[in-house]
């Protein structure tokens, strides 16, 4: 059986030098602390967004087969007439599935999650946006599908819009909301900048 990737190159195969040990004891417990995996290696300061959206982009491409049961029932607004974001990026986290008009993320738990710690984090991000979260079981999705969307559909009734009259997306705000009808009236025309400029 062979390996799955090439060994790694020594720092003396890259061209670098060894890097010598800390002398101080408080030095060698800052150089031998690695990166934790929320951390991904930029200096202790947590996952940036960037890697958060390419983790998505990956998540997207590469669904579980639970995860592209409900997209098939939830994408194109075939669910009620609402828009879907698959493997959303809200503040720190991916979740399964957003639902804007109504700030409702929807999660597939597995096997694995720890219910504590999901409701803390669900907890967490409701404090922070205000977005509440539904769980459902990769199971549930699996076998019982129509009961998953009836109870979608019941949470979603109980949610508010997040803006006045739609589904979707905000309403575009009016140009006097915007303050462009004082802005347009008090701008110079295209003369009188000339004017200033010379």
């Not at 990166?35 to 390419?54: A, K, M």
């Not at 087969?65 to 997209?71: A, D, H, T, Y």
């Amino acid at each position: 059986m062979g390996l799955h990737h090439p060994p790694a190159p020594s720092s003396k195969e890259e061209g670098g030098q060894v890097a010598k040990a800390p002398s101080s004891s408080k030095q060698r417990g800052q150089a031998a602390k690695a990166p934790s995996s929320s951390e991904e290696g930029v200096g202790g300061g947590g996952v940036t967004r960037q890697t958060l959206l390419q983790r998505a982009a990956a998540m997207r491409r590469n669904p579980t087969e639970p995860e592209r049961k409900l997209w098939m029932e939830l994408r194109d607004r075939r669910f009620a007439g609402y828009k879907f974001r698959r493997q959303a990026v809200i503040g720190n986290r991916i979740v399964d599935f957003f639902c804007p008009a109504k700030g409702l993320a929807i999660e597939l738990d597995g096997d694995t999650h720890d219910a504590d710690t999901d409701r803390l984090r669900d907890a967490r991000m409701l404090r922070a946006s205000g977005y509440r979260t539904v769980r459902f079981t990769n199971e549930d999705v699996m076998r019982n599908c129509d009961g998953v969307l009836t109870m979608l559909a019941d949470v979603l009734a109980e949610r508010g819009n997040r803006w006045a009259g739609a589904l979707h997306h905000p309403p575009a705000p009016s140009s006097e909301e915007e303050g462009e009808e004082s802005c347009l009236m008090n701008a110079p025309s295209s003369e009188e900048e000339g004017e200033q400029a010379a």
